[in-house]
């Protein structure tokens, strides 16, 4: 799963592709102090759509990603996730 990151200078710079495991990109900008207003995600939906292993990997449940999410994020920040109605509650637990 990559990562996209925009500035809040975005009309002057574009967007920027992660492209990598989420988890070691969010830990690398943790480490070098960046931090956004915001942060919107669709994580894989864990329902093992079309029987894709990609959707099957625990990752939108695991507290790992849920707290470097955190970490990046400014205080006073929002997360926006998305998720499947029958499991959003387990990642809404994960994320808290």
């Not at 967007?15 to 915001?38: F, M, P, W």
């Not at 997360?79 to 994960?94: C, D």
Request: charged share 20%; proline share 4%.
């Amino acid at each position: 799963m990559g990562l996209i990151t925009f500035s809040a200078e975005a009309q002057r710079r574009p967007a920027t592709l992660h492209l990598g495991d989420c988890l070691k990109v969010l830990e690398s900008q943790r480490n070098a102090g960046i931090q956004y207003d915001a942060v919107i995600t669709d994580p894989p939906y864990e329902i093992g759509l079309h029987r894709k292993i990609w959707d099957r990997t625990g990752i939108s449940f695991s507290s790992e990603l849920w707290c470097l999410l955190h970490a990046i994020l400014k205080p006073g920040g929002y997360i926006a996730a998305f998720g499947a109605s029958r499991l959003y509650h387990r990642l809404g637990v994960a994320a808290e």
